[in-house]
């Protein structure tokens, strides 16, 4: 199975901060990731897919870039609603596998 | 609008036997891959279960392979999981998930059922 490593597994940021999340796959998966949103007692919302695609609906300081193994979730401005847990995942085979999170928290 | 909505969950002790349904609403059914995804109590995300748009294509994590069945009725709406087996470990919140148009990425979640495996 392909494991996902996120770094870090949390931070403090401030409002308005710049915010930024890796996650390295174990073999390569090509741009087959997605980047996911979870905030406490709810489901995970997508926000980037194919690794730099942004989903419909999702604020544009939210930027995902990265191939092969190496891949970053960007927060150019840190929101007051961006404080949640982020997860990576690959959809390159099966078993279908999500990185370890990441929460961000306020400073 | 899209809707995904679980239901089944609750306590069972363990080797016992569960079955999760999830409703789907505001999509054409029939034409989705569907898969199932767990959290555990204060962890991360677990791929569970896939099943293509006609059932005729299934994958399934090792941790529940031969314990767990994902199903479908299209006439119906509804995607199934039937776990038999249960062990502590599988308590979690159970999510069903939409795939986007593209076959890849889940668009969609349901709010999740929480089981738990407690004697």
């Known amino acids: 199975a392909i494991q996902l490593t996120q770094s870090p597994s949390s931070l403090s940021a401030s409002v308005g901060d710049r915010v930024t999340i890796t996650c390295r796959a174990s073999?390569?998966?090509?741009?087959?990731l997605a980047w996911y949103q979870q905030k406490p007692g709810k489901a995970p919302k997508l926000l980037i897919y194919?690794?730099?695609s942004l989903e419909s609906g999702v604020p544009s300081r939210f930027s995902g870039s990265g191939s092969g193994t190496d891949f970053t979730l960007t927060i150019s401005s840190l929101q007051p609603e961006d404080f949640a847990t982020y997860y990576c995942?690959?959809?390159?085979?099966?078993?279908?596998?999500f990185g370890g999170g990441t929460k961000v928290e306020i400073k | 609008q899209v809707q995904l909505v679980e239901s089944g969950g609750g306590v069972v002790q363990p080797g016992g036997s569960l079955r999760l349904s999830c409703a789907a609403s505001?999509?054409?059914?029939?034409?989705?891959?569907m898969h199932w995804v767990r959290q555990a109590p204060g962890k991360g995300l677990e791929w569970v279960a896939f099943i293509r748009y006609d059932g005729n294509n299934k994958y399934y994590a090792d941790s529940v392979k031969g314990r767990f069945t994902i199903s479908r009725d299209n006439s119906k709406n509804t995607l199934y999981l039937q776990m038999n087996s249960l062990r502590a470990e599988d308590t979690a919140v159970y999510y069903c998930a939409k795939l986007r148009t593209s076959g890849y990425y889940f668009d969609y979640w349901g709010q999740g059922t929480l089981v738990t495996v407690s004697s």
């Open positions: 073999q390569g998966i090509s741009s087959t």
């Open positions: 505001g999509f054409t059914f029939s034409s989705y891959g």
């Open positions: 995942q690959q959809f390159n085979s099966y078993p279908l596998t």
């Open positions: 194919d690794a730099s």
